[in-house]
């Protein structure tokens, strides 16, 4: 292979070399928390491919794939975090519970905003605008 097409399967291997890892890790551990890292190591393996994947754009597309890529593993991030918070069987687990669905909601909304509003980078003039506004009433900005 050449050029970014080997790049992107170099990051390939990384990634699931570190996610065999953290798997691994996480079985012989037996814990929650290892099980956490596991799904941190697999939303950033699956980011570095992602935004190595972008390179092979140019220009406003480019940016819209490195956003959407960050979206991805936000959202991956955040259901890690629902996930492991889940677990939790304390009295306070109902309202940590809570407010981790609450957050991964709200940065996942982000990132979706960020991504939509980089798509509007590409138009101009009015329909840039509109295109703006739309996505600030999509994702609750004012």
Avoid: L, P, W
Avoid at 35 to 61: H, L, P, T, V, W
Avoid at 121 to 135: E, F, L, T, Y
Wanted: net charge positive; hydrophobic share 35%; aromatic share 4%.
């Amino acid at each position: 292979m050449s050029g970014n097409a080997k790049y992107v399967c170099v990051e390939t291997a990384k990634g699931k070399e570190k996610v065999a890892k953290a798997e691994a890790e996480a079985s012989y551990k037996g814990t929650e928390k290892a099980q956490y890292d596991a799904r941190m190591a697999k939303a950033e393996a699956d980011y570095s491919i992602a935004k190595e994947k972008c390179d092979d754009f140019s220009g406003n597309a480019k940016d819209v794939c490195v956003k959407e890529a960050k979206a991805a593993e936000v959202k991956a991030k955040a259901n890690a975090k629902v996930a492991h918070v889940a677990t939790d069987s304390s009295r306070t687990a109902a309202v940590k519970q809570t407010n981790a669905r609450k957050d991964a909601t709200e940065d996942t909304r982000d990132a979706n905003y960020k991504v939509a509003v980089e798509k509007c980078d590409a138009m101009s003039g009015d329909a840039k605008d509109q295109c703006v506004k739309n996505a600030k009433v999509r994702y609750g900005r004012t």
